[in-house]
Structures are given as C-alpha cells and as structure tokens.
C-alpha cells in the first residue's frame, strides 16, 4: 500500500518528535533526579547537624543515657531509617538498630571508607562525599551521610572529658534515610513527562497534518491532477492560484506550460489543416498535370498515327472526288444515277473533311505569335459565328475588361479556339439560349483569360474527364470529335489551359486561362476582375 505525502510527513514529524521528546524527557529526569538527590543529601547532613548541635551539651556533661535516648527520638520520626554513633576505632557504641550496636566496622567499610580509604586521612569532606548510596535486604534504595564529631576547644577543656587535645576527631555520626520519596517523585515526574511528551506530539502531528494538508498536500494534489489532465492530452483546465510561495510560482508555471502546449498543438494542427489542404491541392495539381501528361503523349502518339493514315487516304479520296464530278457532269449519265452520284459526291466531300480535320490535328503548327488584344480576338470569332443560321435565335452578350494587357499569342489559332467554343455552345444550345463572352485578369494566377458560357443542355459529369479526347464525341451525325483536342493543343502551345465547369440542363462555361508577358505582370492589380456592364450588345440574327 502506498503512502501518501501526507502521511510520510506525519510519521517522519513524529518519529523525530518522539525521539527528540525521548531525550529531552531522559536529561530532565537525570537532572531531577540529581536535584533530588543532592536535596536528600542536604536534608540527611541537616539532621546531622541538628543532632550534633542539640546534643553537644549533653556530650559535654557526659550525659550518654539522655544522648542517646535523643538520638533514639530523632531516629523514629518519618525520613529517617537509622542513626548510629561510631567512636574514632570504628565500633558502633550506639545505634536504632540495637542488633548493630557493639560491632567493629573496618578502615574499608562504607562508612570509615570515606575518610580513610585514601592514602592520608580525611578530616574533612564535602557532603557529596560524605554521602553513600546502597540497597537493603528488601530491595529499597537508602542514602547514609556520615557527619565527623571534632575534638572541639570546649571538648578537651571539659573536666568531665579524658580525650586529650592532639585527638581532631572524638567519632562519627552516621544518618541513614530512604529514598523511596524521591522515587515517588521520579515516578511521578516520568508519568507526567510521558504524558505531556504523548500530548505535544499529538498536538504538533495535528497541527503539522492540517497545515501541510492546507499547504503542501491539497496544492501538490492539485498539480499532480493538471499533470494527469496534461498526460491525457486536456489542455482546457488551469491550476488554481495559491499562496505566494514556491508552490504558487511553481502553479503558475503549470499554467503557462499548459498555455504554451495549446498554442502549441493549436498551431500544429493548424498546420495539418493547411498542409492538408496544400497536399490536396497539390495532388489535384498533379492530377491534372499527370491528366494532361497522358493527353499530351495521346495526341502525340495519335497525332503521327493520323497524319500517316490522313495522307494515305487524302489521295484515292482526291480521286474518287475527281472521278465521281466528271461522272455528274457527264451529259450521258443516267438521270436515274444521278441522285447516287450527289451522295457519293456529298459523302466523299464529307470525308474530305475529316480528313483535313485529322491533318490539323496532326500538324500542330508552332503558333506565330505577336502581340494581340484578346478582346479583338473574341470580337474576331463572334463576327464569324453570329451570321451563322446555328445563332438565328441565340442572344450573345460581351463583357469585356479594359485591363487585360497585350499577349503574346497566335491570333488565328487563338481565335480558331474560339471558334470551336462558340460552335460547341451553339449546338448545346439547341437552336434558342444565350451566350456569354467574358474577359478579364486572374489575380491568383496572374493569367487573363476569356470565359464562354451558355445556359445549354450542358456535359453530364461522367463525360467531362473525355471531352478533350480525340474523336470523342456526344454529337449524332455531326462532327469528328477532334475541336476541343485541336484547341486543347493550342492553348498548351501557347503556356495556358482550359477550364470547364458545366451542370446538366443548366449550362457549361469554358474558361481559356492565358499568360501574361512578363513585362505586363507589374500592372496585375490584386482587383477582381472588371465587372463594368460595357456596352453589351445582344445579338438576334
């Protein structure tokens, strides 16, 4: 199981104040206990004193019955354990405890040995020294002081005294208390010390606790949260503000780390956007150039094929066409013949056609260019086509712009693309509509253009991937399907291309997109294309 922060600090704060509280607790009872006990020593040298200085008349008189009955008096109150009186050879001429009255103590023994248990004799001592701690038969601690009864000037002076003057000490008087009271105190002291040590650190592990909840672990909670949010990849959510501290700066990293990582991804994904949007438009592009890649290889290939079959079939054809006149103007053909000569006649003249279609496909002349005006060119094309009875009830309307700049073009083959266009959009029309003829500058492509439009029958979408391919056709009877690959081919000669947008029932606009000459391009205003009605000029033929 897994601890928290939390509770790792709890149990390291308390581990540390038990063991500091522990120490503290052990030097304070070692310290009261010395107080105790140096307070013991005094009060047992105080009872020596006391006992000496009340009985000091009675030693003078020699009075030893109401001596030692005083000290008897004196041994029975509380505190005291025993007393006894040792001459100056160390026998016990007196004592509370009769069974050791009368013994000889040696120089070794505790008592004798504080004075004599060096090399010299001691004739005085501190009390500290004088002191001794021992255990009785019953196990209880006693503290015994020993208190030296001096030969004093009064002493040997005395009539009733035989203790000659060179004698410094007449005895020993030796003061024996227990220490059960100080043990009482100890005890006492230790429970309290146990106790308050047990309080303190709950007290101090509360307080540590709820302040390091409130400022460390509901922080750090917070930020390991954001951080799983991050991991997550949520970049919305923020960290909450706390203090002016680490914590706080360390939060308001977070938060500009978090910022930084949305802009970020914000960015990145908007260059996936455009760079799809680019890998789109490129692969259109490279569709379309790879389109006409194919096309191009296809009329190439085609074109050589035509021209050899053209050539080929132009001279019996010529023939047939000679033969075949001579034989209608022959004054002896049968009247009867004569409507099969007219179609054979009308068919071999038909087939001429063809073939002198397939001879302009093929040939692809290298256009002659020059500078031209394109609004001249579509005046040219529409003069052709607009006396023809294919435009009797068709309306053509112009709107040209006055900012297309001069190109370099071939004007006839330019206009013959025209041509081909407006014919195309008549036959769409069925007999009745309206033509548009539109010309301008694309800014985006830097390219001017001309766009025919009619509101014919239009291409349906599974034929306009075709309409560029040689002899492809939707016309019956009519045509070789060879226009819009002759005119595909010119306008490539010339470095532009076709567009076509057309709808089923509601019209087809072809767009023919020119270059520019470079000194021409300065001039390019980012303008949209002139939309100024010039002088429209309907035309009902």
Excluded at 412 to 419: F, G, K, P, R
Excluded at 516 to 528: K, Q, R, S, V
């Amino acid at each position: 199981m897994r601890l928290n922060l939390i509770s790792k600090l709890a149990l390291a704060t308390g581990l540390v104040l038990l063991c500091t509280m522990a120490l503290f607790a052990y030097l304070n009872l070692q310290s009261l206990k010395g107080l105790l006990l140096q307070e013991a020593i005094s009060e047992a040298d105080r009872i020596t004193e006391t006992i000496i200085r009340t009985t000091h008349n009675q030693m003078l008189r020699d009075d030893r019955p109401l001596f030692y009955k005083t000290i008897e008096e004196i041994g029975n109150q509380q505190g005291v354990e025993r007393i006894r009186l040792i001459n100056k050879t160390g026998r016990i001429i007196f004592s509370t405890d009769d069974s050791e009255t009368g013994t000889v103590l040696g120089k070794h023994s505790e008592v004798c040995g504080i004075c004599h248990g060096g090399s010299q004799l001691l004739l005085t001592a501190s009390s500290k020294n004088r002191s001794r701690r021992f255990y009785g038969k019953s196990g209880a601690e006693f503290l015994g002081i020993t208190n030296a009864i001096y030969n004093e000037e009064g002493c040997y002076t005395a009539s009733c005294h035989f203790h000659p003057e060179n004698f410094k000490v007449l005895g020993v008087l030796d003061v024996v208390v227990p220490l059960d009271r100080m043990h009482s105190l100890l005890d006492a002291y230790r429970g309290r010390m146990l106790l308050l040590t047990l309080l303190l650190i709950t007290l101090t592990s509360l307080s540590l606790t709820y302040f390091t909840q409130k400022l460390v672990n509901r922080p750090v909670r917070e930020l390991l949260e954001h951080t799983q949010m991050l991991a997550r990849g949520e970049l919305d959510g923020l960290v909450h503000s706390f203090a002016q501290d680490e914590l706080g700066e360390l939060a308001d990293s977070f938060n500009t780390m978090t910022v930084n990582l949305k802009k970020a991804r914000e960015e990145l994904e908007g260059w996936g956007r455009d760079l799809e949007l680019i890998v789109q438009q490129r692969t259109q592009e490279i569709t379309r150039m790879q389109a006409q890649l194919i096309r191009s290889e296809k009329l190439a290939s085609l074109g050589e094929l035509v021209a050899g079959i053209a050539h080929e079939i132009n001279n019996p054809l010529t023939g047939i066409l000679v033969f075949a006149s001579l034989i209608q103007s022959n004054p002896k053909l049968d009247p009867v013949l004569k409507n099969d000569i007219e179609t054979v006649l009308r068919e071999t003249k038909r087939c001429a056609g063809i073939v002198k279609g397939l001879l302009e496909f093929a040939r692809c002349a290298p256009p002659q260019k020059s500078p031209c005006s394109l609004n001249e060119i579509s005046d040219a094309a529409l003069e052709l086509v607009r006396h023809q009875i294919l435009f009797q009830d068709v309306t053509i309307a112009r709107n040209y712009s006055g900012r297309v700049p001069s190109l370099l073009i071939d004007p006839n083959q330019i206009e013959q693309v025209l041509v081909n266009m407006l014919v195309n959009a008549g036959h769409a029309l069925r007999g009745e509509g309206m033509v548009m003829v539109v010309t301008g500058v694309d800014p985006l492509q830097g390219q001017a253009f001309v766009k025919i439009s009619d509101n014919g029958c239009g291409i349906p979408e599974a034929n306009l991937g075709r309409i560029f391919d040689p002899f492809f056709t939707t016309k019956s009877n009519k045509g070789t399907g060879l226009g819009l690959s002759v005119s595909y081919g010119i306008v490539q000669e010339h470095g532009g291309h076709i567009e076509v947008q057309s709808q089923k029932g509601a019209g087809t606009t072809f767009t023919i997109f020119l270059p520019i000459p470079e000194a021409d391009e300065p001039t390019l205003a980012p303008a949209p294309p002139a939309t100024a009605q010039l002088p429209a000029e309907p035309t009902t033929v």
